[in-house]
């Protein structure tokens, strides 16, 4: 002990009881031993009683002079402020008659430590206020521990707490914000700011479109968007094919209105406008109808479905035809005469990366290259997307010119509170009102999206939200999707309540999105689709700014087969970078698309398979299409006609036909299917 005592920067005490003390000892900053002190009266004052060195649950006696020597050789003696000012007052008196009060004083420390043996000493600087006292930032982090540890937060939650106790040094507010608090300087986890390019706009009237196109234009505005400008100083409306990235609400949509209906107009074939769901195509049918029918002839494909107002609304023989990637690929697998086509212009078309729908997508794609190259048509191609992870790349696949602007017109706040399921909707509630309640300086309510991940979760919520709402999914019919897309628009809903049916891009004018969950169905989302989702969030011609809460439930999941924890996924999905869009082949996958681009290609199903996006193993899915009897040769069988009309995996053919060979009734067979999905 002698060496240890030799070199002792610190000498701190801390009061136990009336004359009891905790004594510890500090050299490098590191604790070498701790002891007990108790004093005694003398008639010179105060002096060591008893002296111990505490080792773990032991306590060997020193002798009291052995404290004085230790004293004498520390550099500095220190008092912790929670001793009471007449233990600090004897303390005094006791280094005042060794001559060691020059080095000695009484400092604030964290209670915590100097009640365990450890000096840390409390700046404004390094501080954290709980319980009406401040402790050490060490001490309030093991504090956290505690309650991040009862709650099953995982490391993304983890840190985040500890860097918001950090910057806010209260504990009790960073654990309120673990039970549902709404304060903003706590739930603020970044904002996007608004970005503006230096883009110099193209005057509308010099744009020398066909008079029909033109006069529509020049009726709604002046010039043109800096996305829009780009894409028309790139060749937009001179056949040009072009990849469009840009962020939700930059205007992007018009640059293949702009080819499509302009090249229709002169003669040069339809224009296709092609989107992922049928909700999306409904809502841009009635908008091209409103915006362009006194020009163009309009119609919609959506494959087999029929919407309840009109029955089917095909005409092929339209200028327009809007419609669903699966309706106009169910033309051509079937053989339906499209007629002469000037214009595609596949909308979302970073669904090629969605795993179970990229391979239906690239394949259209090849599949309609191919219908307007056998007939020698001129056709100029437009993709469209807000979130591409590897723009150039996919541009080059898709033999594109890039259009990529990166202007936001709004800022976005992206917020992160902590609730369970429970819980959740309350504070939806209170997130819902306070944005209704709240007009922008372009005088619109503030309305929200609320995104879950199903269709039940969808009703459940919009019933216990207070101010006025609906539920909106792909399960509601025509009608009633109209009147809720309607509602919001006339600012008679609060919020709409939604899974991926408006992620894709539904036009709703929302200042504010919620995250109710980071799942749809029983998958977490990807970097991709979230972006895509938070940009629904704030309009340039509504709002002053965009609001995104994550409501994160600590320890959640939606299956036992996900991995991650909502809670982990959230700090993940914030800080991640976008995924690149690669379509993937499994052997299903290969076999579905081969055997389509082999009853729309015959013996050119090879070149087709080529000139896609993602790699097809062609031999080992013609060998597997042999196997399965799907085709004869390069000649599609009967079976394989069904299987390519209807979209049907190999496996879910095989389950329906054993099921007709069994005698099992239609509602037994989808049910069958449906539970081999869900497997």
Excluded at 59 to 88: K, M
Aim: hydrophobic share 35%; charged share 30%.
């Amino acid at each position: 002990m002698s060496q240890q005592v030799a070199s002792v920067d610190t000498l701190f005490l801390h009061q136990r009881d009336e004359d009891d003390f905790t004594v510890a000892a500090i050299r490098d900053g590191e604790r070498v031993f701790r002891g007990r002190l108790q004093l005694k009266e003398t008639s010179a004052g105060a002096r060591p009683g008893r002296f111990r060195v505490l080792r773990g649950d032991d306590e060997e006696p020193r002798s009291p002079d052995q404290f004085v020597d230790i004293a004498r050789r520390a550099t500095r003696i220190r008092i912790s402020e929670q001793t009471a000012p007449e233990a600090r007052e004897r303390l005094r008196e006791l280094f005042a008659g060794y001559q060691l009060d020059d080095k000695t004083k009484a400092v604030r420390t964290c209670r915590k430590c100097a009640s365990a043996g450890r000096y840390s000493p409390l700046t404004s600087e390094r501080q954290i206020e709980t319980d009406n006292e401040y402790i050490c930032p060490d001490c309030a982090m093991r504090e956290l521990e505690r309650e991040a540890e009862y709650r099953g937060l995982r490391s993304g939650a983890r840190d985040r707490l500890e860097e918001l106790l950090l910057d806010v040094g209260d504990l009790e507010r960073i654990r309120n914000l673990l039970s549902g608090n709404l304060d903003p300087d706590l739930t603020k986890f970044d904002e996007i700011s608004a970005t503006v390019d230096e883009v110099d706009p193209i005057p509308v009237d010099s744009l020398g479109l066909h008079p029909g196109m033109q006069s529509k234009l020049e009726g709604r505005f002046d010039s043109l968007l800096p996305v829009q400008s780009l894409a028309v100083a790139n060749g937009a409306t001179e056949g040009q094919d072009q990849l469009v990235v840009s962020a939700t609400a930059t205007g992007k949509t018009l640059v293949g209105e702009m080819a499509g209906i302009d090249r229709a107009l002169n003669g040069k074939g339809k224009m296709l406008f092609l989107v992922p769901l049928v909700a999306l195509a409904n809502q841009k049918y009635d908008d091209f109808q409103d915006e362009y029918g006194d020009v163009v002839d309009v119609t919609l494909r959506v494959g087999a479905s029929r919407v309840n107002d009109d029955g089917e609304r095909f005409d092929p023989g339209a200028d327009v035809i809007v419609g669903t990637y699966e309706g106009i690929d169910h033309a051509l697998r079937t053989g339906r005469n499209l007629g002469e086509i000037g214009t595609v212009v596949i909308d979302e078309v970073h669904t090629l990366g969605e795993e179970e729908r990229g391979h239906r997508l690239d394949g259209l794609i090849s599949r309609l290259k191919y219908y307007t190259e056998t007939r020698n048509q001129d056709t100029q191609w437009v993709y469209l997307s807000a979130t591409v992870g590897n723009p150039e790349s996919l541009a080059r696949s898709l033999q594109a010119t890039l259009i990529e602007f990166e202007e936001r017109p709004v800022p976005i706040e992206r917020h992160v509170t902590f609730a369970d399921d429970q819980e959740k909707v309350d504070i939806e509630d209170r997130l819902v009102k306070r944005a209704f309640d709240t007009k922008s300086s372009k005088g619109y309510r503030g309305q929200t999206i609320i995104f879950t991940n199903s269709r039940r979760r969808c009703h459940e919520v919009s019933r216990r939200l207070q101010y006025d709402s609906a539920p909106y999914h792909a399960g509601l019919d025509y009608k009633r999707r109209k009147k809720v897309e309607r509602q919001f628009g006339d600012q008679d809903l609060a919020a709409v309540v939604t899974t991926a049916a408006l992620a894709a891009g539904v036009d709703f004018p929302a200042s504010q999105v919620i995250f109710d969950s980071l799942a749809m169905g029983i998958e977490w989302l990807s970097v991709q689709e979230f972006s895509q989702m938070l940009g629904r969030a704030g309009r340039p011609d509504y709002h002053d700014k965009g609001t995104v809460y994550l409501l994160v439930e600590p320890d959640g999941s939606y299956h036992n087969s996900m991995e991650m924890t909502e809670d982990e996924v959230a700090f993940k999905l914030l800080k991640g970078e976008m995924e690149p869009v690669v379509t993937t082949y499994d052997e299903g996958a290969a076999v579905e698309e081969t055997l389509a681009n082999l009853v729309v290609g015959g013996d050119q199903c090879k070149r087709l398979n080529a000139r896609m996006v993602g790699e097809v193993p062609t031999k080992h899915a013609l060998g597997k299409l042999l196997e399965y009897d799907f085709i004869s040769g390069l000649e599609p069988t009967d079976m394989g006609q069904v299987v390519c009309r209807h979209f049907l995996a190999p496996d879910q053919a095989f389950t329906m036909l054993d099921g007709i060979r069994k005698g099992r009734a239609p509602d037994q067979l989808v049910a069958d299917i449906e539970l081999m999905d869900e497997h």
